[in-house]
């Protein structure tokens, strides 16, 4: 089942999302590279960042939204981009090994990505760097509520085959990539984010996590879907007052990982 992204509603919580991208980045060591790329780069907000630490790089936002591109297009940064579906970019015969390879909250859309690290790790050039970053807050209400208003016999029939985000955590990651003989650095780190407005939580989660079992339902069902999961989010993220004034706070843990795909062995 196929579900669209609105880079809009995506980016209404620019800082918080992008927060996570710095930090990743942060932790790549790459000087002087000559080819980047950002998959999974969603509206480019972020590959622009990307562009600007390595102005003398090719920069390449790849996403499989075409709106996102479009969005990202818009933009003006001095990366490119292009409309793919980040398995069909690994498995493209043309392709070129890069310097630095960045995914930032994708992967978890991808079913059975953990099987994807050794052509993520042959995509780079040898002492590369290989970054990315999934959500880790699956266990939490924001998606264990969305289960179970989903699991309600009205909607399950429609609900069932939704996309799903899933992934893994850092130590799984970096056995993985260890493994495939790279040096790896994973952590995990929980932002406490403020959100504030009418129902920011599901506001933030209608955007990514809960958009396709939302696409997923009949205009008529869908009203009291999001009606009942906009009341048990409130129970679960009560507004308090915070700085400003009342807000929202939204533990969210992200998984961080950054590999060093090793030197290949000359043939003689």
């Known amino acids: 089942m196929s579900h669209t992204w609105d880079p809009q509603r995506y980016l209404a919580f620019a800082d918080e999302r992008g927060r996570p991208f710095l930090d990743l980045v942060a932790r790549i060591g790459a000087t ?78 991808v079913p059975g990505h953990l099987d994807l690290l050794p052509d993520l790790v042959e995509a780079v050039r040898p002492d590369g760097w290989l970054a990315f970053g999934v959500p880790g807050n699956f266990d939490q209400p924001s998606h264990t509520l969305l289960e179970e208003v989903a699991a309600q016999p009205a909607y399950q029939p429609h609900t069932r085959a939704a996309p799903r985000p899933a992934a893994h955590d850092a130590a799984t990651y970096l056995r993985a990539l260890a493994a495939l003989g790279c040096a790896v650095e994973a952590w995990e780190t929980t932002y406490l984010h403020v959100l504030r407005g009418e129902d920011p939580v599901f506001a933030w989660i209608s955007s990514t996590g809960a958009r396709p079992v939302l696409q997923a339902l009949p205009d008529d069902l869908r009203p009291g879907f999001v009606a009942e999961y906009q009341e048990r989010l409130r129970a679960s993220y009560p507004s308090v007052e915070v700085g400003e004034g009342p807000g929202v706070l939204f533990p969210f843990r992200r998984t961080f990982v950054v590999a060093r795909p090793p030197r290949r062995p000359e043939v003689a």
């Open 32 to 109: 002087a590279p000559h080819a980047v790329v950002d998959l999974g780069c969603g509206p480019g907000n972020l590959t622009a960042l990307l562009a600007q630490r390595w102005p003398d790089a090719v920069v390449t936002g790849v996403d499989s939204s075409p709106a996102m591109i479009e969005r990202a297009r818009a933009e003006g940064s001095a990366a490119t981009f292009e409309v793919a579906d980040l398995r069909d970019w690994l498995a493209d015969p043309e392709r070129q090994q890069v310097d630095v390879l960045v995914s930032n909250a994708t992967l978890q859309w």
